[in-house]
């Protein structure tokens, strides 16, 4: 089982190789793969850093504890109807953004995120709502 905060979802969607350091493209990789591979692997939801954070550089301010940050999962989590500490599958989610995030929601939940000009989350929810899944990584 694999624990997730709110904003990774909407991160795992529109991954696409880029990262903040080689081990953390290494490790959201590997998740990003599984789940695209076994949609039906578990995950927690998680209030504050998750597997993902595990890799992330320390190189000044931990992103993952930033109060921005926190508000952002809180926002994604409520507009998928989910709450901290619910386990459900990886399959279970993409449905839940297909019902619930429109592309255009990207502009508004995530507008101070520094990924978001690449335009590939708005990409990652029109896969699901599609009924494409995660996109493969090479």
């Known amino acids: 089982m694999y624990k ?10 529109g ?17 990003h793969q599984l789940l695209r591979a076994n949609p039906q692997t578990t995950v927690l939801l998680v209030e504050g850093p998750d597997h993902l954070c595990d890799k992330y550089p320390n190189s000044g301010e931990y992103h993952c504890q930033n109060s921005n ?3 952002r999962d809180q926002t994604i989590l409520e507009k998928l109807g989910l709450r ?5 599958t990886w399959k279970d989610i993409e449905e839940r953004v297909s019902d619930h ?25 029109q896969r ?10 090479k």
Do not use: A, F
Request: hydrophobic share 35%; glycine share 12%; aromatic share 8%.
């Open 84 to 88: 901290i500490g619910e386990i459900l």
């Open 69 to 71: 940050i926190y508000k």
């Open 101 to 125: 995030i429109l592309p255009t929601d990207i502009g508004v939940i995530c507008e101070s995120c520094s990924w978001r000009s690449y335009g590939v989350c708005e990409e990652g929810v």
């Open 15 to 31: 991954y696409r190789g880029m990262g903040y350091s080689k081990e953390y493209v290494e490790n959201m990789t590997q998740l």
């Open 128 to 137: 699901m709502k599609d009924g494409i899944g995660l996109l493969e990584i």
């Open 4 to 13: 997730l905060r709110g904003h990774h979802i909407l991160c795992l969607l």
